[in-house]
């Protein structure tokens, strides 16, 4: 964990779950406390929890929420999991993280245990999603440790979006690196994009940061060229919610643009992100199916008017990077560096 941080998911008991209110940051910490499904899949809608890991991680426990009210049968459980597995994947659909951890889960359910009564399977059940927790904290450290190197030489690091402790189980994916490179003693300094319309940027990364005391400093996401062009970035570094086998590359909407600036700079773009969020059923970016969200995100600025109440709003959350754009990617498996459609499956081969 990052010292002075709250953590974003806290799993109290099989039934009981503990979510950080990411909404609210950084002014106040207030937590929700579930007890029933429906009360993840909402928040999990609503960004009080979000990042990919971080919303994959809320799922894995969420199934688990109800399981006490389910008949004594393992078929039963195994339907009414499945059932409620569909619809916490559906709360969001461009993180694969999300799928991929109610399909782990899913598919510990169908293993045979025979003898198992309702109690067995959910204590099962609960050190599944604990274990998926707990490597997703080794895969974000390891992570840090990958990319320490890349920070310590290119110190002034611009992201957009959050994609630190509050994403994830602890530490980060995008922030592990210059968390690693930071208390290591490098002298990392980070442009953190405000990344309209929901701020991420601003509530949580530069919240993020300053928790850690990294030297950080805040830009309108129309700043960042003018930064770059000022020779004021080394590196641009960002997370993920899916990667496509060719290294296409969703995430927070903005970070497209942020890719096609640092390349026209010849700086280099790197990605860091567990491998649950390396998806290599998809083929290209034009598969990843991208998130649109209520008009009025756009037509508020935290909460308040700021633009005509019936002015017509296009919202997509994610973009697309395509991977031609991207230096390289920061897992827990290493560095992976292009061509993609090739190393991607090396990597998966060695997992
Ligand atoms: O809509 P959000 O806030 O869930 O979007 C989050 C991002 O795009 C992050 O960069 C990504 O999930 C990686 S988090 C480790």
């Keep these: 964990m990052v010292a002075g941080l709250p953590r974003s998911v806290s799993p109290i008991s099989h039934a009981h779950l503990r979510l950080l209110d990411q909404r609210l940051l950084p002014e106040s910490e207030v937590y929700l406390d579930c007890t029933q ?32 009210q389910y008949p004594d049968s393992k078929a039963e459980i195994a339907t009414r999991l499945g059932e409620v597995g569909a619809k916490l994947v559906a709360s969001r659909p461009t993180a694969v993280n999300l799928a991929w951890a ?31 927790y707990d490597a997703d904290r080794a895969a974000c450290r390891k992570i840090g440790a990958a990319g320490a190197a890349l920070v310590s030489t290119h110190p002034r690091v611009l992201t957009h979006c959050n994609a630190g402790a509050l994403a994830v189980s602890e530490f980060g994916t995008a922030l592990a690196p210059i ?10 300094s980070v442009w953190v994009d405000e990344t309209r319309p929901l701020l991420q940027g601003s509530r ?31 590196m641009v570094l960002v997370g993920a919610d899916r990667v496509a ?41 034009s598969d990843i199916e991208i998130e649109l969200r209520n008009p009025d995100e756009v037509r508020t600025f935290q909460g308040q008017p700021s633009a ?27 560095l992976i560096a292009g061509p993609f459609d090739e190393t991607l499956k090396v990597a998966a081969s060695h997992g």
């Design 308 to 334: 005509p109440t019936a002015v017509p709003v296009y919202n997509p959350a994610f973009d697309v990077t395509p991977g031609h754009l991207i230096s390289g990617f920061i897992t827990e498996r290493g």
């Design 179 to 188: 968390y690693h490179a930071h208390n290591q003693g490098v002298e990392v």
């Design 37 to 68: 499904v429906e009360q993840v899949i909402s928040a999990i809608k609503q960004l009080s929890v979000r990042g990919a890991p971080a919303i994959g991680l809320a799922a894995a426990f969420g199934l688990l929420l109800e399981i006490d």
């Design 245 to 285: 086998a060719n290294g296409d590359t969703a995430n927070k909407i903005g970070t497209l643009g942020v890719a096609v600036l640092a390349n026209h700079y010849g700086l280099p773009v790197y990605v860091a992100c567990p491998w649950s969020t390396i998806d290599l059923n998809t083929a290209s970016g």
């Design 204 to 234: 949580l990364t530069a919240f993020e940061l300053m928790a850690h005391q990294v030297p950080c400093r805040l830009i309108t996401d129309s700043m960042a060229a003018h930064v770059m062009a000022s020779g004021l970035v080394d």
């Design 102 to 132: 109610v399909e782990a889960m899913l598919a510990f359910a169908s293993t045979d245990a025979a003898g198992l009564g309702a109690a067995g399977w959910r204590d099962r059940l609960f050190a599944k999603a604990t274990e998926l």
